[in-house]
């Protein structure tokens, strides 16, 4: 994945995920997508991680996981509260 695509990605999730601003995210190829009409197109698995504070004294992980294709398309978006 090149650079373009990565910064374009981040700040997608930037925009939508306002709290992991800042987060660099962790990139990992996989092997493939589980529907067979894609299977020959790898796909990328960027991890946000960011802790966030919950009030004054607290603070919990924030974990915002995209599945990304080659060509930079969001394909599916999960996170963790």
Known sequence: MDA??????????Y???PDMD???PTVRRQN????AAAAHDPTYLLVFH???PID???T???YVRV???????????????
């Open 22 to 24: 800042g987060s660099k």
């Open 15 to 17: 925009r939508k995920f």
């Open 4 to 13: 373009k695509t990565l910064k374009s990605i981040t700040a997608q999730i």
């Open 32 to 35: 493939g997508a589980q529907k």
């Open 60 to 62: 919990i992980s924030r």
């Open 67 to 81: 599945v990304v294709n080659e060509q930079g398309k969001i394909l599916k978006i999960t996170t963790s509260r």
């Open 56 to 58: 004054s004294q607290r």
């Open 50 to 52: 960011k802790r966030v």
